[in-house]
T-cell receptor, first 116, second 112 residues
């Protein structure tokens, strides 16, 4: 089956620093990847759609200058949380699909970000 | 629709029993639905999907039922096992677009 790898699994950083999270599709190419955010005991909220070779599309209320997305190749998308603050602490998850129309999305293992 | 709330509904079942997890979706234009299983600290795992032109689909030990009239989706797990304990989310795709909207989620607890 399709594998989406996400790194790191967890990260602790100081307030004001930036953190980069990587999402890789290991055995397929993905022109589109998705970034989600999940708070404890809540559902996944779509933050943005990452498009290979073009700008990401952000959901309403998500600051594009805060959450920088780069989709430089067909197998890699990165999310950078800039100037992180404690309220940015969350579980961040990426997803991608090997199929047309992005059906059967496969998810990475998630990154737990804790900002001190 | 958007998922809100701080408390996940919980379903407790005995090992070996069948489980039924329900989901109400929001958009009558949604054409594709997926069930995911999420274990603590991990990303969601694909279980089964169904298109809007179907009302039932079966997988290994799982069945998804779709009732478009009342915008209701259910996941049935046969002979529930301890390893099935997790949070289950339904997700809908609207209008052929590429974005999924996730439901609130249900915590399934399997008791021995």
């Amino acid at each position: 089956g399709a594998v989406v790898s996400q790194h790191p699994s967890w990260v602790i950083c100081k307030s004001g620093t930036s953190v980069k999270i990587e999402c890789r599709s290991l055995d397929f190419q993905a022109t589109t990847m998705f970034w989600y955010r999940q708070f404890p005991k809540q559902s996944l909220m779509l933050m943005a759609t990452s498009n290979e070779g073009s700008k990401a599309t952000y959901e309403q209320g998500v600051e594009k200058d805060k959450f920088l997305i780069n989709h430089a190749s067909l197998t890699l998308s990165t999310l950078t949380v800039t100037s992180a603050h404690p309220e940015d602490s969350s579980f961040y998850i990426c997803s991608a699909s090997p199929q047309p129309n992005n059906e059967k999305l496969f998810f990475g293992s998630g990154t737990q970000l804790s900002v001190l | 629709g958007e998922s809100v709330g701080l408390h996940l509904p919980t379903l407790s079942v005995q090992e070996g029993d069948n489980s039924i997890i329900n989901c109400a979706y929001s958009n009558s234009a949604s054409d594709y639905f997926i069930w995911y299983k999420q274990e603590s600290g991990k990303g969601p795992q694909f279980i089964i999907d169904i298109r809007s032109n179907m009302d039932k689909r079966q997988g290994q030990r799982v069945t998804v039922l779709l009732n478009k009239t009342v915008k209701h989706l259910s996941l049935q797990i046969a002979a529930t096992q301890p390893g099935d304990s997790a949070v289950y989310f339904c997700a809908e795709r609207t209008g052929g677009g590429n974005k999924l909207t996730f439901g609130t989620g249900t915590q399934l607890k399997v008791e021995l």
